[in-house]
Structures are given as C-alpha cells and as structure tokens.
C-alpha cells in the first residue's frame, strides 16, 4: 500500500499565483484533513473531510480552497499565494471508526515557498 | 478553544528514561494521542489514550489523566534514533470538534551518546 501520497514535494510560486497541492489515499479512508507546519507552530488544521462530497474548516481556512469529489482524492488548492503561506504542508487521513479513527497517517509533505 | 502545553526541549542520553509532558484546555476531550517527527519527516502515531492510566507499547508509554488534562510520553532505554520532535494532539468534543485533531507545538528531544 502506498498509504498517502501527495504531489508536489517541493513548489516555488510567485505572490498571486495559484496552485493545487494533490493528495490521495488508498486506504478507503472517510476522513481525510490538510494541515500546515510552521516553525514553532505546531501543525494547524486547515481544512477536512469526513467523506465524498463533505468538507469543513479548520483552524487556519483563509486563503485555501479544498474539494472533496472522491474518498481517495482531497487536493488542496491556492488560489492567490501570499508569502504567509510559505509553509510545509500535509495531508493525512484516518478511518472512520475506532481503533483506526485514532489514527491519523500522513503524507510525507509538500514544502511551499512563495516570494 | 483550545490550548496545549508542552516543553519546546528536552535532552538526555541513550540509555535513559525521558518523560514529555502535556497538559491540555479543551471544550471537550475525546483522547490524547502522541505522534513522532523525525527532522524533514512526516509524523508518525506513537499512541491514543481515551482513559486514564497507562498505555504500553515497548520501549514507549504514555499516560492519561483526564481529571487533571495532562498527559505523558515515557520513552525508555533512548536511543540515538529517539531523536525528533513529539507531539501531543487531543480531539475536543462537541459536535464537528470531534472530528479534528489539534496538535500542540511540540517537543523537541535531543539525545546525546
């Protein structure tokens, strides 16, 4: 199993581009989530999902879109960088009951810059 | 909201014992759980406390009191490779809280030979 894979691992944008991190699953996991990773921060929710179709905020929304049209995928999308997105990013996911909901498995990160 | 607080350092030699401590204000509480981050890592689950008391997996345990929201991560006979951060992360109740983990600022643990 490839677990969660996510694309790309290292992007540079430019203020006010636009870009979409990618993020997929082969777990059949419901719960898929974004979180970012700064310096001293700890890691913040940005968005989730709890399944197809349903998605939700976390902590730290603002700037980011995401969709979620299948269980596997979950991308998240910028649609005008800032350089306060500058950041690392990951997706993770879990499944829905217990024990595996107490579990969240990560990809190994996207590291953004934007200048 | 909520809030948790851990020390942003610890260090100790191979060979010892280490505990990493956490202490938690949330609206609500549906577990503590511990994750792993090795410098340019992914982290990684460690381990998941719904109840009070002591949860043992090998060399690493971690502890839960709910009555006092603090939490610990025990990490015996260290070894070099125990080097990394360690997060804890707790699930608020109440509603879509239940759904999100939120994770504290982590420890960093430096192990020296």
């Known amino acids: 199993n490839a677990g969660v894979t996510q694309t790309p691992k290292f992007q540079v944008l430019k203020t006010g581009q636009s870009m979409t991190l990618q993020c997929a699953q082969d777990m059949n996991h419901e719960y898929m989530s974004w979180y970012r990773q700064d310096p001293g921060m700890g890691l913040r929710l940005i968005h989730y999902s709890v399944g197809a179709g349903i998605t939700d905020q976390g902590e730290v929304p603002n700037g980011y879109n995401v969709s979620r049209s299948t269980t596997e995928d979950f991308p998240l999308r910028l649609l005008s960088a800032a350089p306060s997105q500058t950041s690392v990013y990951f997706c993770a996911s879990r499944a829905g009951v217990p024990p595996g909901a107490n579990v969240l498995t990560f990809g190994a990160g996207s590291r953004l810059t934007v200048l | 909201g909520q809030s948790l607080e851990q020390p942003s350092e610890v260090t100790a030699v191979e060979g010892a014992i280490v505990q990493i401590n956490c202490t938690y204000q949330?609206?609500?509480?549906?577990?503590l759980s511990w994750y792993q981050q090795h410098d340019g890592g992914a982290p990684t689950f460690l381990s998941y406390n719904a109840l009070d008391g002591l949860e043992e997996t090998g060399r690493f345990s971690s502890f839960l009191s709910r009555s006092d929201s603090y939490g610990y991560l025990l990490l015996q006979e260290l070894q070099m490779k125990d080097s990394a951060s360690y997060f804890c992360a707790v699930r608020p109740g109440g509603g879509a809280g239940f759904q999100k983990l939120v994770f504290g600022t982590g420890t960093r643990l430096l192990v020296s030979p």
């Open positions: 949330t609206s609500g509480f549906y577990g």
